[in-house]
């Protein structure tokens, strides 16, 4: 297999809703940190050529001194991340070597993806240029404002988006060239890459692979290693 994939992990997020004295990506999950239980999923595949470790330039320091072996091992690449996620990837982005073919961008909050996924929406990337893992929405969805509600909003063609979310790399060097010309908020990768005109390919998505964004979240993830 061909190294064809580089991984951005961007881990540079400010954890406002994490009550906690440490950012998500650094707390323990199990003994190891989160950022790190990200990082395992790639690091050993043939066909990821680096991994590019995003971190806020406040907590590049602290990084390089508590984690310098992982990074070593792990042949990743620390990179200073920006004001928003999307400063972030295009940071790492403008890293990556042009002979790359592909960029997957993952959260480095989302520590148990599970390798069929990973598997899956790198061979769809590879086959149709763009593909991220989504799931359906099953809950009913409620439109609220001050907090009264206002309309009981279809799920139908509605789909949760996850990570790692896979790109040609010319395609996302182009989408995140042309940002400045999208006024609502960026919320993802695929986005951009949408605005930009390329389609975006979904393959199935698992409910292992959320987001730690709450306390709540990490205890349960701890529950999901301990029943391995």
């Keep these: 297999m061909t190294a064809s994939i580089a991984v951005i992990l961007p881990a540079a997020g400010r954890s406002t809703r994490f009550s906690g004295r440490e950012k998500k990506p650094f707390v323990s999950l199990d003994g190891r940190p989160v950022w790190l239980r990200a990082a395992e ?96 929405v099953t809950d009913t969805l409620k439109q609220v404002d001050q907090q009264r509600i206002t309309a009981t909003v279809s799920r139908q063609g509605l789909f949760q988006a996850q990570t790692p979310q896979v790109f040609r790399r010319d395609w996302l060097v182009q989408a995140y060239a042309q940002r400045s010309q999208i006024s609502e908020p960026i919320t ?15 393959v199935p998505g698992s409910p292992l692979n959320f987001k730690i964004t709450t306390p709540e979240d990490l205890e349960l993830a701890e529950a999901v290693i301990k029943l391995r």
């Design 41 to 136: 999923l790639f690091w050993s595949r043939d066909d990821v050529t680096k991994l590019y470790l995003v971190v806020a330039p406040e907590d590049r320091e602290m990084f390089r001194t508590r984690f310098a072996h992982l990074i070593a091992f792990a042949n990743a690449e620390v990179v200073d991340g920006g004001t928003e996620r999307c400063d972030s990837v295009a940071n790492a982005l403008a890293r990556i070597p042009e002979d790359v073919p592909f960029v997957a961008v993952h959260d480095a909050v989302r520590p148990l993806t599970p390798h069929i996924l990973i598997d899956t929406v790198f061979a769809a990337a590879q086959r149709h240029g763009a593909a991220i893992p989504a799931l359906a």
């Design 188 to 202: 993802d990768d695929a986005q951009l890459v949408e605005a930009a005109g390329h389609p975006v390919t979904i």
